[in-house]
């Protein structure tokens, strides 16, 4: 299974385009940003108000919770009074656990998030085997659940997300497929299934964790899934990290799972979940995809190239430990912070301060120089020159024989420096360069 075509050379996936509103995801539209208000859905102006905040700052999708029918009857004054000030951001109803709250829902919004982990299901932790029966059996009551919705949102013409969470895994599929990326897939599939049956196909999938491993894992699966059921399953995909936190971690775990995605050409809309206001949460987003916007797609094609580790697990590569600028990198050593010269003056003032969150490696002094893999050409030079390196200072530079060091300076034309600890440093200026 290959989750995008070229794991080194960047291709946006190919999706078809699915219409929220007035907003196109997916197809030739660009990376889509999204976000969630925090407020009751009973409370009408401040949900008007806190919706309209986040359309000002350049949220393009806005997702409202409806827990129960109540709030999704609600959504259409928050709709209608948000239509009347001139705000045409589409809205979004968050479903989980009632299938009538969706329904409800349905009616008013642009598009509806069902979670098919609970949204026919209810979990008991319950530990069972099923047979292949049992499992169809259960399918069909999903079935009969689900596709009033199907049908609903069809007739409307509005957009769905089937969105699979982690944390709430049923325990039908939780017996069957375990705790996995996999059983997080499967769950997604067995909902997309009935739509399609419907020939709706309006929807857009998700697969969340507030873990970036697995959520990486888990979207990486789920697009090798889709291209194995056929060209056309190509659905758009939203991404995010459920519950990132706040502060700067909360940035590095989105940062890590959907830019890691994004650089795979997996992603049509993002959120960024962040536990503060929700309209810090579109700077964030925006500049992810703007770097992913920068990211240049000229490199050499190598379609047929085999990776070395498995994508659609964790595994962390071994590598031999080595020391650079002072710190052990590598092996069983934890990773390691690299920071370029001209960032470190802008913190230099408060290094001694920052604990655990300082870097450990100032890039311009590690004697680090960048190669590409696949140029072959160009490991050779540089191993010439480390073979090189190395010979010209064992010769040169023993401090036990000054007397050897003169003579060969003497004879060798090559070596012409006024002494050896100069001519130390030019040889490492050369090959860091």
């Known amino acids: 299974m290959k989750h995008c075509p070229d794991p080194f050379r960047y291709q946006r996936r190919a999706t078809r385009e699915v219409r929220v509103g007035n907003v196109g995801v997916g197809g030739a539209n660009p990376i889509r940003v999204q976000s969630m208000i925090t407020c009751d859905t009973m409370d009408t102006e401040m949900s008007i108000q806190q919706t309209m905040e986040l359309a000002n700052v350049g949220c ?51 598009k509806v998030r069902i979670n098919p982990g609970n949204y026919a299901d209810s979990k008991k932790f319950l530990i069972r085997e099923y047979s292949d029966e049992q499992y169809a059996a259960e399918l069909n009551r999903i079935r009969e659940r689900f596709s009033p919705l199907v049908d609903l949102c069809k007739q409307r013409g509005i957009a769905m997300r089937i969105g699979t969470n982690h944390g709430s895994l049923s325990d039908r599929i939780m017996n069957r497929y375990g705790d996995t990326p996999l059983g997080m897939v499967e769950s997604a599939l067995e909902f997309a299934r009935i739509a399609r049956d419907l020939d709706y196909h309006a929807f857009i999938f998700s697969m969340k964790s507030s873990n970036p491993k697995v959520m990486i894992n888990a979207y990486r699966l789920l697009v090798a899934r889709l291209d194995e059921e056929g060209p056309d ?18 940035r590095i775990k989105s940062a890590i799972g959907i830019g890691s995605l994004l650089s795979d050409g997996i992603g049509d809309t993002i959120r ?29 094609p190598t379609p047929n190239a085999e990776l070395s580790f498995d994508p659609f697990s964790y595994q962390r590569r071994a590598t031999e430990t080595i020391e650079r600028d002072g710190v052990r990198v590598g092996g069983e050593e934890l990773i390691r912070v690299v920071i370029r010269r001209i960032n470190f003056d802008k913190i230099a003032h408060k290094i001694e301060k920052m604990g655990d969150y300082k870097p450990e490696i100032v890039y311009e002094d590690a004697g680090i120089v960048e ?16 073979v090189s390196h190395s010979t010209f200072r064992s010769r040169h530079h023993r401090a036990d024989r000054p007397q050897r060091s003169r003579r060969l300076r003497k004879q060798s034309p090559a070596c012409n420096r006024p002494s050896s600890r100069s001519c130390a440093r030019s040889c490492r200026s050369l090959f860091d360069e």
């Open 233 to 250: 399953w190509n659905y758009p995909i939203h991404l995010g990290v459920t519950e990132a936190g706040e502060g700067e971690d909360a």
């Open 60 to 110: 393009e999708i806005v997702r409202i919770t409806a827990p129960t029918v109540k709030d999704s009857g609600n959504l259409e004054n928050i709709v209608k009074g948000l239509r009347e000030r001139g705000c045409n951001v589409p809205i979004v109803a968050d479903i989980h656990f009632k299938p009538e709250a969706a329904m409800e829902a349905a009616k008013w919004v642009d």
């Open 272 to 300: 960024v979940s962040l536990t503060e206001d929700s309209i810090h949460e579109i700077p964030v987003a925006k500049a992810l995809i703007e770097i992913i916007q920068k990211t240049p797609n000229a490199q050499r």
């Open 371 to 386: 190669v590409d893999p696949r140029d072959d050409a160009a490991i050779e030079r540089l191993n010439a020159q480390r």
